[in-house]
C-alpha cells in the first residue's frame, strides 16, 4: 500500500511539476507561451498555404477555361461547313475525335484546308476539298487514291443526303 500511495504521490508531483512554466523554462523545455505561440504560428502558416492553394486552382483553372476556349474555338473554325460546296471528298471518319483532329493537322501540314464536321451517329468526318458537282469530286476523289495519298476508303459525301450535324 505503501508503494502504491509514493507512486501516486511522484506521478502527482511530476503532473505539477511539468505544468508549471518556471520548472519548465528551468528544465529547458517550452513554456506555455511558447506553445501557445507555435500554436499560432502552425494556424498562420496553414492559412497561408490554404490561399496559395486556392489562388493556385484559380490560374489553374483559367488556364484550362482560356485552353478549352481555344479548342473550342479551333474545332468551330474547322467545323464550320461550306454549305455551298455540295460534295465533300471524305479521307478519313473517326469515332475519336482526337483521330480526326491529327489527321485535318497532317493534312494542313501538307497545304490542304481541311473541314471536319460530325455525322449525327458521333463520327467525325474529314472532308480534303469541296466541290460543286460531283464530277470533280470523283475526279478529285481517283486523283488522290492514284498519287496513294490516303487510305483506299476515300468517298464522296454529299452534304444533301443531311446525315452531318
Not at 2 to 30: E, F, H
Not at 95 to 100: G, L
Not at 106 to 131: D, I, M, Q
Request: charged letters at 25%.
Amino acid at each position: 500500500m505503501r508503494t502504491a500511495n509514493k507512486l501516486i504521490i511522484v506521478l502527482i508531483a511530476v503532473l505539477v511539476v511539468t505544468g508549471c512554466d518556471w520548472l519548465r523554462s528551468q528544465l529547458g523545455m517550452a513554456t506555455s507561451q511558447e506553445l501557445e505561440e507555435l500554436k499560432r504560428e502552425s494556424v498562420r502558416e496553414a492559412e497561408a498555404q490554404r490561399i496559395k492553394d486556392s489562388l493556385d486552382k484559380v490560374v489553374a483553372d483559367s488556364l484550362a477555361m482560356v485552353a478549352d476556349s481555344l479548342e473550342a474555338e479551333q474545332t468551330n473554325k474547322i467545323a464550320s461547313l461550306d454549305e455551298s460546296k455540295r460534295f465533300h471528298v471524305i479521307l478519313g471518319s473517326f469515332k475519336v475525335h482526337s483521330n480526326s483532329k491529327r489527321m485535318a493537322e497532317n493534312l494542313r501540314k501538307k497545304g490542304y484546308e481541311p473541314v471536319v464536321f460530325s455525322f449525327h451517329n458521333g463520327f467525325e468526318a474529314v472532308s480534303v476539298c469541296s466541290y460543286d458537282s460531283v464530277t470533280p469530286a470523283f475526279n478529285a476523289m481517283y486523283r488522290l487514291l492514284d498519287e496513294g495519298f490516303g487510305p483506299d476508303d476515300i468517298w464522296v459525301y454529299d452534304v444533301r443526303q443531311n446525315l452531318h450535324k
